[in-house]
C-alpha cells in the first residue's frame, strides 16, 4: 500500500475504472443481444388452423427488435477489441479525435436505436397480450417468451447507454 504523503501526492498513481467498466459495459450489450436474438429466432408457435408465429411474422415490432439487436450486436463486437486494448495498454489504439467522435456518435445512435427496440417490443407485447382476446392459450408462452427478449434487449440498451456515457467523457477530456 502506497503512503501519501503529507502534501497529499501518491506516489503510485490508481489505476482508472474507466477501461474496465468501458469493456463491461461493451461485453454485456452484445452478451445481452446475442440472448435476444437467440429467444426470438427459438420463439415459435403453430395455432391450431396451422398459421406459424414467429418473430418475423406476423409481427413488424418483433423484427425491429431483432435486426436492430442484430446491428448492436455488429457495434459491440467492433468496439470490444478497441475496449480490450484500452484496458490493457491504458491508452487507446488509435489516438484521433476523428475516432473519439466516432465513438460518442456511434454509442449515441445505437443507444437511441436500441431504446426504440426496447419501446417497441415491450409495447407490441403488452398491446397483443393484454389488448386482443386470443382463441389460442398457447400464444400467452409466446408473448412470455417475447417479454423475456425485451428485457434482454433493454439490458443491451443499458450497457450501450454506459458506453455512450463514457464516450462522452472522453471526447470532452480531448477537447
Known amino acids: 500500500m502506497s503512503q501519501l504523503r503529507y502534501d497529499g501526492y501518491d506516489p503510485q498513481p490508481r489505476s482508472s475504472k474507466v ?3 468501458t469493456l463491461a459495459a461493451r461485453v454485456a450489450t452484445f452478451a445481452s443481444l446475442v440472448v ?16 406459424r408465429v414467429t418473430y418475423n411474422n406476423p409481427f413488424h ?3 425491429y427488435m431483432f435486426y436492430i439487436s442484430i446491428l448492436g450486436m455488429a457495434y459491440s463486437l467492433i468496439q470490444i477489441p478497441f475496449a ?7 491508452k487507446r489504439l488509435i489516438e484521433s479525435h476523428y475516432l473519439l467522435h466516432v465513438d460518442f456518435y456511434g454509442d449515441k445512435i445505437m443507444s437511441l436505436l436500441l431504446g426504440a427496440g426496447v419501446g417497441a417490443a415491450f409495447g407490441a407485447t403488452r398491446d397483443l397480450n393484454k389488448g386482443v382476446k386470443w382463441s389460442e392459450p398457447k400464444i400467452n408462452d409466446f408473448f412470455d417468451l417475447s417479454y423475456v427478449a425485451a ?3 433493454l439490458i443491451g440498451c443499458l450497457g450501450c ?4 456515457i463514457f464516450s462522452s467523457l472522453a471526447l470532452s477530456k480531448a477537447e
Open 151 to 153: 428485457l434482454f434487449i
Open 161 to 164: 447507454t454506459i458506453s455512450s
Open 19 to 21: 477501461p474496465i467498466i
Open 36 to 51: 435476444t436474438v437467440v429467444i426470438l429466432q427459438m420463439n415459435k408457435l403453430t395455432l391450431n388452423n396451422g398459421y
Open 84 to 90: 480490450v486494448y484500452y484496458l490493457r495498454a491504458k
Open 61 to 63: 415490432s418483433y423484427r
